[in-house]
């Protein structure tokens, strides 16, 4: 299966709890309600009900064309890739979000993604807090070929960073993925470990992190809103990675993250292996939302 058929078929529940194939053409209000069902956002739905309005559709498929091509318009501010400069020297991109929303998977995906280019790229395990986390990113360490900087369970987590950036600068990496513990946007004592994390890679370099990316697990839906507002307080965010989009009816929630935040989303999570992560491009997004079955 292509990566598009995937992420169609993984956005066949979004599509189909929208139905917009089911709906009148000239039934905007049923239109305002299904984009909100999918977590569209009270101002985006009206945003976007109000231009199919105006274009006047003679029938559903003629909606549909004219809800997609909004849609692409409002999503395609977004669909930038990670802008890696090579002149930074290693280029820190540090990665949080919640419990379980795919950090590990993802730093595993762009280690693979980055290793391809012929970069030299590691990671750091500063998940020091769950059992198991420090082995998940090693064996992701293994199979992309990049090695891993590690500490013991409970350590410090801003210690390691500090020692393993050190380490990275001195071995030449070109790229370096801070994993970090999943944590809930509102525990406070966490978010200022995020702080700490930060403060201490600028002790290394200044100019860093180059990126900070929140993982956003798209089942959650409008809870991102939250997510990305608590993860910005603490460590400004420069991008999202959108993890599961594979199986989720809540994709409209992107539409509402980009409208409130404008951050570019760098890619898609279609699953869990190691080609599964995409580059977000708002035309198939936007065709594979509003569905193309009757
Ligand atoms: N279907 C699907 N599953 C995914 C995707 N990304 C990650 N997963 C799965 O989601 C689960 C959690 O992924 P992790 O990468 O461990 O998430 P995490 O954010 O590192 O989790 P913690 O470190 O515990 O906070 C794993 O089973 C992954 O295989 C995706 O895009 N699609
Ligand atoms: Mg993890």
């Known amino acids: 299966m292509s990566w598009l058929d995937r992420l169609k078929s993984g956005l066949k529940k979004t599509a189909t709890a929208l139905g917009v194939s089911r709906l009148d053409a000239?039934?905007?209000?049923?239109?305002?309600?299904?984009?909100?069902?999918?977590?569209?956002?009270?101002?985006?739905a009206a945003a976007l009900v109000?231009?199919?309005?105006?274009?006047?559709?003679?029938?559903?498929?003629?909606?549909?064309?004219?809800?997609?091509?909004e849609i692409e318009q409002v999503l395609?501010?977004?669909?930038?890739?990670?802008?890696?400069?090579?002149?930074?020297?290693?280029?820190?991109?540090?990665?949080?979000?919640?419990?379980?929303?795919?950090k590990t998977t993802t730093i595993g995906k762009l280690g693979a993604f980055f290793k391809a280019q012929g970069l030299r790229v590691s990671f750091v395990a500063a998940d020091t807090f769950r059992a198991g986390a420090v082995l998940q990113l090693k064996q992701w360490g293994e199979r992309t070929g990049c090695p891993v900087y590690t500490t013991n369970q409970g350590a410090d987590?801003?210690?390691l960073v500090f020692d393993a950036l050190r380490q990275a600068k001195a071995a030449g990496d070109d790229?370096?993925?801070?994993?970090?513990?999943?944590?809930?946007?509102?525990?406070?004592g966490l978010m200022d470990e995020l702080k700490k994390i930060r403060r201490v890679i600028q002790k290394v370099d200044?100019?860093?992190?180059?990126?900070?990316?929140?993982?956003?697990?798209?089942?959650?839906g409008q809870n991102a809103v939250s997510q990305v507002s608590a993860f910005g307080a603490a460590v400004p965010l420069t991008g999202l990675i959108v993890t599961k989009l594979d199986g989720t009816a809540k994709g409209g929630v992107l539409l509402q993250l980009n409208t409130r935040f404008r951050l570019p989303v760098y890619a898609v999570g279609v699953g869990e292996g190691i080609d599964d992560l995409h580059a977000f491009t708002a035309a198939e997004f936007a065709e594979s939302l509003v569905g193309d079955e009757a």
């Open 26 to 44: 000239n039934d905007f209000e049923r239109l305002e309600e299904v984009l909100i069902q999918a977590d569209v956002g009270y101002e985006t």
């Open 50 to 69: 109000q231009q199919v309005r105006q274009a006047r559709p003679a029938d559903i498929n003629a909606l549909k064309n004219v809800l997609k091509n």
């Open 76 to 102: 395609a501010p977004a669909a930038k890739q990670i802008p890696f400069d090579k002149t930074r020297k290693p280029f820190i991109v540090l990665v949080t979000g919640v419990n379980g929303a795919g």
């Open 157 to 159: 987590a801003a210690g």
């Open 175 to 188: 790229i370096v993925l801070i994993d970090t513990a999943g944590r809930l946007q509102n525990k406070v």
């Open 206 to 220: 200044p100019s860093g992190p180059h990126e900070s990316i929140l993982v956003l697990d798209a089942t959650v």
